[in-house]
């Protein structure tokens, strides 16, 4: 899989350093784009969707689309440092990026420098600002996909596999044949076949079985109600999501 064809950053929205005290309150932000933030120094703690998680220093946080977060420095005088980006070709970016929200880093240093550059560049915007931001996001993302995720780079050759890969990890996300084809790189009717003769089931069969298998998880518990597990689950609506479940279990999920 080259990482370089598969996804493209078209906008650095910012990106800054700042140092942190631990007696201010953190920022509650909710973006409409994705970020990187690089524990430069200390330990900072950030809220991603009701989940908290430690970063120290060469830590690096993967905020994704949308997300509402929380900063929050848990050591004197810590400093971080943030690049907001945009990418169209989310599909792919998602299939390759950690499924953890914190990643640690083999080598800090390179990181370092990559995220001090692209600061320094955005706030300098001369008449390559904005190409040379976006190749320097790109390059931290795809030094990421190859130190964290070499699985999800030998999927190049087998496009079926790497529709599955992408479906066990996202399968409560908003994806659709569409998706997954773009992640394994061929059409949807192209992959349909792969993935059949492969798996015995279409893409969008077995993404459904995923989900249900998951709803059944989340009803047995009896924490949640139809509507949170429809919307957990990755169903649009309680409405589809009873449709499908009660296809493949043979009972609703109401007498589940």
Do not use: W
Request: hydrophobic share 35%; glycine share 6%.
């Amino acid at each position: 899989m080259d990482t370089n064809n598969n996804f493209s950053v078209t906008n650095v929205a910012f990106a800054y350093s700042k140092k942190m005290r631990k007696e201010l309150p953190g920022n509650i932000t909710n973006r409409t784009h994705y970020g990187l933030t690089l524990v430069k120094n200390g330990t900072i703690s950030i809220n991603m969707g009701n989940d908290v998680y430690i970063g120290e220093e060469g830590d690096i946080f993967l905020q994704r689309k949308n997300d509402t977060y929380l900063l929050e420095c848990l050591s004197d005088d810590a400093e971080y440092c943030v690049i907001s980006y945009v990418t169209e070709d989310f599909a792919p970016l998602e299939a390759m990026l950690p499924k953890s929200r914190v990643f640690h880093p083999e080598h800090t240093r390179r990181f370092f420098d990559l995220f001090e550059k692209t600061a320094n560049i955005y706030f300098s915007q001369g008449p390559c600002t904005e190409p040379y931001l976006c190749a320097l996001v790109q390059e931290i993302l795809c030094i990421i996909i190859r130190e964290n995720y070499p699985k999800a780079l030998s999927f190049s050759d087998n496009p079926a596999a790497a529709a599955k890969y992408f479906i066990d990890e996202y399968s409560a996300r908003d994806i659709d044949s569409d998706a997954i084809a773009k992640v394994a790189g061929c059409s949807p009717t192209h992959l349909r076949r792969l993935f059949k003769a492969a798996y015995g089931i279409s893409p969008i069969k077995y993404l459904n079985t995923v989900r249900v298998k998951r709803a059944k998880e989340m009803l047995s518990s009896g924490l949640f109600t139809l509507d949170e597990t429809a919307q957990n689950c990755g169903f649009a609506n309680t409405t589809y999501f009873s449709l499908v479940f009660k296809k493949i279990t043979g009972i609703s999920p109401g007498k589940y």
